[in-house]
T-cell receptor
Framework: DAMVIQNPRYQVTQFGKPVTLSCSQTLNHNVMYWYQQKSSQAPKLLFHYYDKDFNNEADTPDNFQSRRPNTSFCFLDIRSPGLGDAAMYLCATSGLTSNQPQHFGDGTRLSIL | GQSLEQPSEVTAVEGAIVQINCTYQ??????LSWYQQHDGGAPTFLSYNALDGLEETGRFSSFLSRSDSYGYLLLQELQMKDSASYFC??????FGTGTRLKVLA
């Protein structure tokens, strides 16, 4: 059973057209993460939430925003996607303690036309 | 800043043992994790070291030496399905550069 679910699996949008990616979890984990991963690169953290406490990485572009309306759901909004934003976007969850592994969703592959 | 360096690619044959190294520069962290990622798939957790020494989980073992700023993942009895990318990570969300492992028949 999928525990971290990302929809859609593939998303195509037009240059400059806002897009929202969604993530839900059935693990009741406090912490949720959004990563961007480009081909042959490591996942790069964009945001993370400790419960509703939002943490923005310093080099995350302003074009990216996130919402977490409740424990189960988290959204990634890209306000004006550029060609450089084409990537795999990964959502992950973990418990609060430092030794808790992350559980990743299958990701959403975003293409920009 | 924090950085974790890994070899970009490692090749080994089925049945062999391979070690993937991770050297890091970071001011402090709780633990070192390892993740496996197949092409097109999501990272999956393999192992975690909070303390120095060796942690063994089946065919996979992981080692940490904080004094040497160094860790490694050891894969034994390699199988074709082990062909994937492997990432070390500190504090769960700072990932290393990644190592692509190719297992040959």
């Amino acid at each position: 059973d999928a525990m971290v679910i990302q929809n859609p699996r593939y998303q195509v949008t037009q240059f400059g057209k806002p897009v929202t990616l969604s993530c839900s979890q059935t693990l009741n984990h406090n912490v949720m993460y959004w990563y961007q991963q480009k081909s042959s690169q490591a996942p790069k953290l964009l945001f993370h939430y400790y419960d509703k406490d939002f943490n923005n990485e310093a080099d995350t572009p302003d074009n990216f925003q996130s919402r977490r309306p409740n424990t189960s759901f988290c959204f990634l909004d890209i306000r004006s996607p550029g060609l450089g934003d084409a990537a795999m976007y990964l959502c992950a969850t973990s418990g609060l303690t430092s030794n808790q592994p992350q559980h990743f969703g299958d990701g959403t592959r975003l293409s920009i036309l | 800043g924090q950085s974790l360096e890994q070899p970009s690619e490692v090749t080994a044959v089925e049945g062999a043992i391979v070690q993937i190294n991770c050297t890091y520069q970071t001011s402090g962290f709780y633990g070192l994790s390892w993740y496996q990622q197949h092409d097109g798939g999501a990272p999956t957790f393999l192992s975690y070291n909070a303390l120095d020494g060796l942690e063994e989980t089946g065919r996979f073992s992981s080692f940490l030496s904080r004094s040497d700023s160094y860790g490694y993942l050891l894969l034994q009895e390699l199988q074709m399905k082990d062909s994937a990318s492997y990432f070390c990570a500190v504090d769960e969300y700072i990932f290393g550069t990644g190592t692509r492992l190719k297992v040959l028949a």
